[in-house]
């Protein structure tokens, strides 16, 4: 199999695939314009992804591709829609980075707190002024609100109560009994609404992906709510905030701001860029380099081995474009002998009636000889159709359920 890298990934950590007989090609340079051509002609079979955007075009240039990994957790740099048009699969690999991202978030508080950018500035100038960055508040007691309970939530809210901090985040409905185990065991209160959590904070530290929900959800009606003087932090997705809004609310009520991501930041590595978040006063940021740690980035290429070898071995995790829940109208299930082509009978017989199979799963019991095929159809086959599938001699029962309203 061929295996394209088009961002860095540790040499060493592919070498296993090396070692089981696959060509793997690291090429870091190539960008969303580059990689169509890339991939025109050629027969990559997977493709790993850090920052690298795969559009369309990328997409339509392959007649080979069958796995776009995301090196990390957010896949918005991967054409979702696009890939799940042609069957491509898009995995992540979440969780990884997490904690390189709450010790960023953490770098980003403190630094706001205690002034560190402007005075290491006023060091490098050669100007001594210790009574101004003596001004610090110190957040030992402060309540840090966590929009994003995902790992890096955890990852930040364990960080920040070993500072001192309290901690709170949104009730929401249809939460497991894990999850409310686990935010318990993490000193996090639970509120009822989003005023309430953002009227609380003294910090607000967002930690979602970007989606149409969540795009420009930091607008000027959520930072009115927050406290006069208080810190948003952003080490998700620059396109959450509203940058007129968030500058507009730095200069009438003080409120600062951490920020990793920006909206509108370079796709390049490097080159000139600003905007009126970089150069605000009331502004500490970086470089997008929130999940950028040698520690982060072994475990996410690790995490990206593994889950490129689980689809060698005809299995694929994390995938973000699958439909997750049960499809169809009814579920036609079929009891088979294990047999060559009996399913594609099935199927050639459903094809002719205008039945379309929207999911299946097919488990064979113990001793290879029978099956159970579960096949969830869009309509109910007349029963001429199923007397025709029931009438095989490969066939052992056939039955027909109605999912439930």
Same mark, same amino acid.
């Given at each position: 199999?061929? !295996? ?11 070498? +296993? ?7 793997? *090609? ?9 990689? +169509?051509?890339?991939?025109? $002609? ?15 075009? #990328? ?40 904690? #390189?991202? =709450? ?32 001004? =610090?508040?110190? !957040? ?5 609100? !966590?929009?994003?309970? $995902? ?22 409905? /249809? ?36 989606? +149409? ?8 009606? *959520? ?31 003080? !409120? ?9 930041? +370079? ?17 500490? $940021? ?9 520690? #982060? ?30 499809? /169809? ?40 000889? #029978? ?35």
């Amino acid at each position: 199999m061929k !295996i394209l890298c088009a961002d860095a990934l540790a040499d060493e950590l592919l070498q +296993p695939l090396r070692d089981a007989g696959h060509e793997v *090609f690291v090429e870091p340079d190539l960008d969303a314009d580059s990689l +169509p051509t890339r991939l025109e $002609g050629d027969t990559v079979e997977v493709l790993v992804v850090r920052s690298t955007k795969v559009t369309e075009a #990328a997409l339509a240039a392959s007649g080979s591709l069958g796995l776009v990994v995301r090196a990390g957790a957010g896949t918005d740099n991967v054409d979702k829609v696009a890939a799940s048009a042609r069957g491509i699969y898009v995995s992540n690999v979440p969780g990884q980075n997490a904690v #390189a991202v =709450a010790e960023l978030a953490m770098a980003l508080l403190l630094a706001i707190d205690r002034h560190i950018a402007t005075g290491m500035a006023d060091l490098r100038s050669g100007t001594w002024n210790k009574g101004v960055y003596s001004k =610090a508040e110190g !957040i030992l007691g402060k309540e840090l609100a !966590i929009i994003g309970l $995902g790992e890096i939530g955890f990852a930040l809210a364990e960080r920040a109560r070993a500072f001192g901090m309290t901690i709170s985040a949104l009730r929401k409905p /249809g939460r497991s009994d894990a999850s409310l185990s686990r935010i318990r065991s993490a000193g996090i209160r639970l509120v009822d609404s989003m005023d309430e959590l953002l009227a609380n904070a003294d910090v607000v530290s967002l930690h979602v992906p970007k989606a +149409p929900e969540t795009v420009g959800m930091v607008d000027a009606e *959520f930072l009115s709510k927050m406290k006069d003087g208080a810190v948003l932090l952003n080490t998700a997705r620059g396109e959450v905030v509203e940058e007129a809004a968030l500058v507009a609310a730095m200069d009438a009520r003080g !409120i600062r701001a951490g920020l990793d991501v920006w909206p509108g930041e +370079p796709s390049a590595k490097s080159g000139e860029w600003s905007s009126p978040l970089s150069t605000h006063p009331n502004v500490v $940021g970086s470089h997008h380099i929130g999940a950028s740690t040698a520690q #982060a980035q072994a475990a996410v290429a690790a995490g990206t081995v593994g889950v490129i070898d689980a689809y060698l071995a005809g299995r694929v995790e994390n995938c973000v474009n699958l439909v997750n829940e049960p499809m /169809g109208a009814v579920v036609l299930t079929v009891r088979h002998l294990d047999r060559v082509g009996v399913l594609a009978k099935v199927f050639a017989t459903l094809r002719e009636a205008g039945a379309n199979v929207q999911q299946m799963e097919n488990q064979l019991f113990v001793g290879s000889v #029978a099956a159970v095929a579960s096949i969830n159809l869009d309509h109910e086959p007349d029963a001429t159709v199923l007397e025709r599938i029931a009438g095989d001699d490969d066939i052992l029962a056939v039955s027909v359920s109605h999912k439930a309203a």
